[in-house]
């Protein structure tokens, strides 16, 4: 057997010369977790008929996999089982700015905000630094 990944899907890939349609069953067992691949294989050489079978179990992740649509096919002596993947949201599809709860009041200068990238930003620092600068005591040489 051989397996394919890509982006959107995984294949197995499975050969069975000589096998009809008809005597190949896959079974999805396990709650999704496995792939159960069986067959038989009858012919006849010189008035003897002889038959084969043959089983191979695969697992999946079903958290990883959309596997209510698995599907197979067969040509050419190759069977071919699809699955494709679940969409996983990447990083850079959530952008977007995350509140941060306090406890106590909250003044303009406590707004922090967190980006994607996670630099920090502090909103109003510039409005907290004058408000300091004004409430700030002065000393003087006659309070020496």
Known sequence: ??????????????DVPGIHVSDIKIQLEGEGKVV???GSRKYRNHDKETSSTFEQSFTID???????????????????????????PKVD?????????????ETPA???????????QV????????????DDLQITEEDI
């Open 36 to 38: 159960k691949i069986s």
């Open 123 to 134: 909103e109003n620092q510039e409005k907290l630094t004058e408000e300091r600068n004004d």
């Open 93 to 105: 599809d959530v952008q977007r700015i995350i509140p941060i709860e306090t406890t106590k009041k």
């Open 1 to 14: 057997y051989e397996v394919r990944e890509d982006e959107s899907k995984m294949e197995l890939l499975l």
């Open 110 to 120: 406590d707004s922090i905000s967190i980006e994607q990238d996670g630099e920090q």
């Open 62 to 88: 079903p958290k990883a996999f959309d596997v209510t649509e698995l599907n197979a096919s067969l040509a050419d002596g190759v069977l071919t089982i699809s699955v494709p993947k679940l969409r996983q």
